[in-house]
């Protein structure tokens, strides 16, 4: 959960030394690193023993339902839920057996392999959306003053624009 | 990555309706989600491709670098790094392979078992820490201003009082 090694001594850093973090940006970090894992961990329990869908298939789903055609590139869809090819396929094999999800093959260039959401697969999303949205209500929202929720977003803007400056 | 289906409408909430996000909190929410998961992503990689350790594997190692006597309960660890206690026995188990970490009975009651650091597994978090520490001066502190570090603290903190009110 930290940076550092906990009986490691701060002073007089050389040139070379790394930059070792100090007591308040070490307690910032902690803060921040612990609260946002409960929170993932939180949303996913509750997701999961509600609906039956983890919060990974949740983003898959989500993700298909805001494209036009409700489909999109199995390369750009691990991409935009930050997974390995490997381990989105197996996700989108999950929700095919399920019938949310179908495979096709992209028929603009005949390479590459489409996910498509089904008509099926947006009820579940449909019926999963309220049981999602009161957990991230009630675990954050509800917590957070309007202040802190507009610091949130600028923190988050500000992080994205260097991961991801695409974004 | 949304907490709510694209179409939806949002007008008119019955009693009974979902409490939806409106823009601005779809935006933060989206902000942090997406942020956080570019985040722990880049530093779980750059730890992993430059030490060989996997942020989850890390922060094993550094939990028991903090206690006295550098050993903790597995229970207890389990918790701690916001793991089932299966996937903790395969992760320390791994650790023992590399001698790392050791199991042994508990002294004090004779049931349970202590998950202890070795003296190359402190070694070995030594070598690791300054590459990690660098990783989130990069990714984190660098990108943020003063009173960004104060809010970040503040909301993770904030939160941590709801999600472990015990901390």
Do not use: N
């Amino acid at each position: 959960m930290t940076s550092q090694v906990s009986d490691r001594s701060h002073g007089d850093r050389a040139a070379d030394e790394p930059r070792w973090l100090d007591a308040e940006e070490q307690k910032a970090w902690r803060a921040w690193l612990y609260s946002t894992q409960l929170l993932q961990d939180r949303l996913d329990r509750e997701l999961t023993h509600q609906t039956g869908i983890s919060h990974a298939y949740y983003e898959i789903l989500v993700a298909l339902s805001e494209t036009p055609g409700r489909m999109m590139r199995m390369s750009e869809l691990a991409d935009r839920c930050l997974s390995s090819r490997s381990r989105l396929s197996h996700a989108v094999s999950r929700l095919e057996e399920r019938g949310w999800v179908r495979r096709q093959v992209c028929a603009e260039d005949g390479r590459g392999q489409l996910a498509v959401l089904t008509d099926e697969g947006f009820a579940a999303l449909e019926a999963a959306a309220p049981v999602h949205v009161e957990s991230v209500r009630t675990h954050l929202f509800d917590q957070l003053s309007p202040a802190q929720v507009a610091a949130m977003r600028d923190i988050g803007e500000t992080l994205l624009r260097h991961l991801d400056p695409s974004s």
